[in-house]
T-cell receptor
Framework: KAGVTQTPRYLIKTRGQQVTLSCSPI?????VSWYQQTPGQGLQFLFE???????NKGNFPGRFSGRQFSNSRSEMNVSTLELGDSALYLC?????????????FGAGSRLTVL | AQKITQTQPGMFVQEKEAVTLDCTYD???????LFWYKQPSSGEMIFLIY??????QNATEGRYSLNFQKARKSANLVISASQLGDSAMYFC?????????????FGQGTILTVHP
């Protein structure tokens, strides 16, 4: 079955612009989480959506936002881009069962802000 | 305080040998889960193994095993019979019981290089 699909894979923006990243979870997965990965800060949790509701949010400014659609696809948006927003943005989906509830990650969207 | 600590920035191992990647964690929650992920240069995070805090036995998945020492709060990953394809970044992560399923806290990672 298809894995987690993230688009676009690479993109370049300039400071002040905004960007929207898309994530299609594995079919049947209703939980989608987003992470930011940078060399300095490592992997940091951005937010999590379940059934179109934001269930958890990391410690990021309000410029970072997201949403989830009825088909579980999710988007995240970053407005007024800063140089420090350059990162690999990873999306993960899960089935929401008890126990391990493993997150399956996509290949990521690599954002470069100039 | 760091919730997940990986003290080895880089590790080297000879092909076919075993290697242990260290991970210590900090939580006061009695219910938690520990994960190991592999990230090749392509960027995708690949799940390797999971250990629940109440699991009595150490988890194993093929060549991967997790050496879980609860009292010491350590969850080291052991890779047996290393292969060249094991060269990658390895992350230890934790989900605490009181948080939602999608939130993991990651360590800084260990770069593993397997030499032929």
């Amino acid at each position: 079955k298809a894995g987690v699909t993230q688009t676009p894979r690479y993109l370049i923006k300039t400071r002040g612009q905004q960007v929207t990243l898309s994530c299609s979870p594995i079919s049947g997965h209703r939980s989608v989480s987003w992470y930011q990965q940078t060399p300095g800060q490592g992997l940091q949790f951005l937010f999590e959506y379940f059934s179109e509701t934001q269930r958890n949010k990391g410690n990021f400014p309000g410029r970072f936002s997201g949403r989830q659609f009825s088909n579980s696809r999710s988007e995240m948006n970053v407005s007024t881009l800063e140089l420090g927003d350059s990162a690999l943005y990873l999306c993960a989906s899960s089935l929401e069962i008890s126990g391990a509830n493993v997150l399956t990650f996509g290949a990521g969207s690599r954002l470069t802000v100039l | 305080a760091q919730k997940i600590t990986q003290t080895q920035p880089g590790m080297f191992v000879q092909e076919k040998e075993a290697v242990t990647l260290d991970c210590t964690y900090d939580t006061s929650d009695p219910s938690y889960g520990l994960f190991w992920y592999k990230q090749p240069s392509s960027g995708e995070m690949i799940f390797l193994i999971y250990q629940g805090s109440y699991d009595q036995q150490n988890a194993t998945e093929g060549r991967y095993s997790l050496n879980f020492q609860k009292a010491r709060k350590s969850a080291n990953l052991v890779i047996s019979a290393s292969q060249l394809g094991d060269s990658a970044m390895y992350f230890c992560a934790m989900r605490e019981g009181g948080t939602s399923y999608g939130k993991l806290t990651f360590g800084q990672g260990t770069i593993l290089t397997v030499h032929p």
